[in-house]
């Protein structure tokens, strides 16, 4: 029996009658990025999972601070861009303002921080203040700082299979019913075996994975859009020898639905998101390739944000609960704790990674802000998950 057709399934069936099997990488972005895709058409994009800028203001808190430090770090100039890559519904960028709003009048230094501040966000499906792709790429080269939150891991990816030690490709045809199904073949592009062709002798028979090859495309981007300043990415993944190792012999692709985790890409066409595992060593290779190199270790969301102050923020709630009476105040304290906490847990968010990549610019140091924050503990909006739980 064919599976429930939507108008991203009718465009993926009609090129594979006229063309034959495509890419996964193909299919994922008709699905994602094409007219009827999930990015650029879904009522729901953005919201069949929890990020790190929805949990809590924090996050974008610290953020802000991070970019006060990198401003700092490039000599403080007159003009600071931010650029955000893979905005979504903008709450990053909310968040990151207001808090830089609400630090003016704390000190010179702050102060002149947030007149140099120049935010630019960029999406692919614009949304509030983000802009479209096409003025990116007419953007002038700048002195700031990339930025972008699980961008990588929503790249297209093209997907292999390992037989007989041998890397195949995965592409995506038509079976007999109708449905969609995948067929092996030869690699469509020679990096599919460069990235992974080292692994294929002890991986086992059938193992299946993914290769993101955007990533190339995105390193020159930001590369010839910095002057000078620094890239900050936030993603989830593995290095390449654990990303692509036998316990993982059915890939890494993830759908999402209604917050409902399942790895069936061709189900719900368009709407469902759907996401790979990074690459790590893919990144660090593709960014120094483009002359930008490493200003910190590949650090865990976790230490990156204890490094940049979100124990002291956790602390300042947990005074205020232990002296708290009113069942509504513990109620509000208690909920934003657990907001708080949820950014920097290991079995969640806090196991992302951050990188942090420069050009003409120095290394520069975070964690000397632990106990002191740039900007102070935030209060919770409307558009944050947790500010529900209490109202």
Known sequence: MPEESTPARQIIEAEIRAKGPITFARFMWIALYGEHGYYTASANAGADYATSPQMHPAFGALIAGYLFKTWEALGEPATFDVVELGAGDGGLALDI????????????????????????????????????????????????????????????????????????????????????????????????????????????????????????????????????????????????????????????????????????????????????????????????????????????????????????????VRRELVKSVAETEVHRLTSELRGLNSLVDSRGLGDFRVSQFGVNAPSIAISDLEFAPVYRLPAYAPRHLSYFSYD
């Not at 299946?208 to 620094?230: D, M, P």
Request: aromatic content about 10%; some cysteine; glycine content about 12%.
């Open 97 to 316: 303002l207001d808090t830089v709003e609400s630090g003016q009048g704390n000190g010179d230094q702050v102060d002149r921080f947030g007149q140099a501040l120049r935010y630019q966000a960029f999406d692919i499906r614009p949304r509030g203040n983000a802009r479209g792709a096409d003025e990116f790429r007419r953007m002038e080269p700048v002195v700031g700082c990339v930025i972008s939150n699980e961008l990588l891991d929503a790249f297209p990816a093209h997907m292999f299979t390992v037989r007989d030690g041998r890397v195949l490709e995965c592409y995506v045809g038509l079976g007999d019913d109708g449905n969609l199904v995948f067929v092996e073949g030869e690699v469509s592009d020679d990096e599919i075996v460069d990235r992974v062709g080292e692994y294929a002798s002890i991986l086992p028979e059938g193992y299946r994975g993914e290769v993101n090859l955007g990533i190339s495309e995105w390193a020159n981007s930001v590369a010839g859009l910095l002057k000078s300043g620094y890239v900050l990415t936030i993603y989830y993944g593995y290095e390449r020898d654990t990303l692509y190792h036998s316990t993982r012999s059915e890939g890494s692709l993830r759908c999402y639905r209604d917050h409902v985790l399942g790895q069936n890409p061709f189900r719900d066409v368009g709407l469902q998101d759907m996401t790979t595992h990074v690459d790590f060593t893919a990144v660090r290779e593709e960014l120094r390739k483009v002359g930008l190199r490493e200003v910190s270790p590949l650090l865990t969301q976790r230490d990156f944000l204890f490094d940049l102050g979100i124990g002291e923020y956790v602390r300042q």
